[in-house]
């Protein structure tokens, strides 16, 4: 069993930055690809970025593009989500994910363990 637990959100003006961490126990995460899906009011839960197994590879949604920053630190079985020039657009809750593979998946099927989640609010 892995658990993760989010960290980082919060409430700022549009252009400001936030910095998000998720930290996995119970077992290293290291082998597996990691990401962060975000899910607006209303809306169905999206991919935004994710990262190898060795932190080599990375991928974005279009919309983050840029913006985003994903990295991950296995010695410390962490994933971070660095986020600038935040939109309102960008307000959602934020969600960690580990899948059951090396690579960058997008869909969230592919992901066996979840945070709880961090809110993000931007505001115009």
């Known amino acids: 069993q892995v658990q993760l637990v989010e960290s980082g959100g919060g409430s700022v003006q549009a252009g400001s930055s936030l910095r998000l961490s998720c930290a996995a126990s119970?077992?290293?995460?290291?082998?597996?690809?990691m990401a962060w899906f975000r899910q607006a009011p209303g809306k169905e839960r999206e991919f935004a970025a994710g990262v190898s197994r060795s932190g080599e590879n990375t991928a974005y949604a279009d919309s983050v593009k840029g913006r985003f920053t994903i990295s991950r630190d296995n010695a410390k079985n962490m994933v971070f989500l660095q986020l600038d020039n935040l939109k309102p657009e960008d307000t959602a809750v934020y969600y960690c994910?580990?899948?059951?593979?090396?690579?960058?998946?997008?869909?969230?099927?592919?992901?066996?363990?979840w945070g709880q989640g961090t809110q993000v609010t931007v505001s115009s």
């Open positions: 994910a580990v899948n059951s593979y090396g690579w960058i998946l997008r869909s969230g099927s592919n992901y066996r363990y």
């Open positions: 119970g077992r290293s995460v290291s082998d597996y690809g």
